[in-house]
């Protein structure tokens, strides 16, 4: 349903006298496959938008190519936008209509008739719980409820492709929860749905598959699981105070269960052992003997978090 090759763009800003370059996209490869829930993974300023906004024909690229929903995005976009809805991160509702003309307007601008477009609006005010308000002007709207009236924007003309720059942020647990569910909904109708977040576990719970995106560079592409199993072993977090925390990681780094070790900013060690549960009595014996206490302890599984600080030596959690 999408593919990219070698996609990128870069944006000038004057600052003063001075011009500057950001690279936002640098070389984006992607291959999307019909009724996935594709996501992209990445932290504040890593390109997630621009490319949206690239693929969804908002901007144009400075190179590279793109086929979405079998229409080419440099020679015909206007077929491109005709198969596909784009709901933006910023939203798009106008604060003096309701819900329900929003919705019946959008269908009537995609050429739906009038008993069609009041329909279809009914359905998706029913599938989004926004029935209750539905007649009420969108200014009057929560942050969420809001959110939920620009994703039904977005496929109120049943596009075969929905781009969400970040469906769910702003959105309280059970909002979101539902929202995911709406999303999954939108799958098994066949549609095909391209999120970002920067959400760890939204991207493990919600995508078939997904691309860790890092500076304007795609630096991870597969299912949560694939990327996960990449990562060997287990990790291990020791909580320490500050003051303590240099000799621990001292200690610790020349034990031969230890495959990786990293400090914490707050205080503690992150380690990287083949399996947690025989390196953690060593690592406990080692600190005791030593006469330094630590104030917690974990063990977890390799998580999305993990693959990101691997390929990008940063948590996505920290940046
Ligand atoms: N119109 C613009 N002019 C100049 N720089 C821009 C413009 N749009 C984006 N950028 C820059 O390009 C980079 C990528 O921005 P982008 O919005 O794609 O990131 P993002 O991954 O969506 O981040 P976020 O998670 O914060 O939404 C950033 O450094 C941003 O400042
Ligand atoms: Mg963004």
């Not at 095909?192 to 991207?203: P, R, S």
């Not at 291990?236 to 990786?260: F, I």
């Not at 406990?284 to 030596?313: Q, W």
């Amino acid at each position: 349903m999408i593919e990219t090759r070698a996609l990128r763009k870069s944006f000038r800003s004057r600052a003063g006298r001075q011009t500057k370059t950001v690279d936002a996209v640098r070389g984006v490869n992607l291959q999307v496959a019909e009724g996935e829930i594709f996501g992209f993974l990445g932290p504040n300023g890593a390109g997630k938008t621009t490319t949206l906004r690239m693929l969804a024909t908002l901007i144009e690229p400075d190179g590279g190519e793109a086929t979405i929903a079998g229409a080419d995005l440099r020679k015909d976009p206007a077929e491109v936008r005709r198969r596909i809805g784009y709901v933006a991160q910023g939203g798009s509702t106008w604060d003096e209509s309701t819900a329900r003309e929003e919705l019946v307007l959008h269908a009537r601008m995609y050429g739906i008739g009038k008993a069609d477009a009041h329909r279809r609006a009914a359905r998706a005010l029913d599938a989004f719980q926004l029935t209750e308000y539905a007649d009420r002007k969108c200014k009057t709207y929560s942050g969420g409820q809001r959110r939920r009236v620009e994703i039904a924007l977005g496929i109120i003309h049943e596009p075969k492709i929905v781009f969400l720059d970040e469906p769910t942020t702003g959105l309280d647990p059970q909002s979101r929860a539902h929202m995911w569910d709406e999303i999954r909904r939108l799958r098994t109708e066949g549609m095909t749905v391209f999120i970002t977040t920067h959400y760890l576990d939204e991207a493990d719970a919600l995508c078939d598959r997904i691309a860790i995106m890092d500076h304007g560079e795609v630096v991870a592409e597969g299912t949560p699981a694939e990327l996960k199993r990449e990562i060997s072993g287990d990790v291990v977090l020791v909580g320490l105070d500050l003051d303590t925390t240099p000799q621990a990681a001292q200690l610790l780094d020349g034990e031969e269960y230890v495959t990786k070790l990293e400090t914490i900013d707050e205080g503690g060690v992150r380690l990287h052992v083949e399996e947690g549960a025989t390196a953690i009595p060593q690592l406990l014996r080692r600190l005791d003997a030593a006469g330094l206490a630590l104030t917690s302890i974990e063990l977890h599984r390799p998580s999305l978090d993990d693959v990101f600080l691997t390929k990008t030596g940063r948590s996505l959690r920290e940046s």
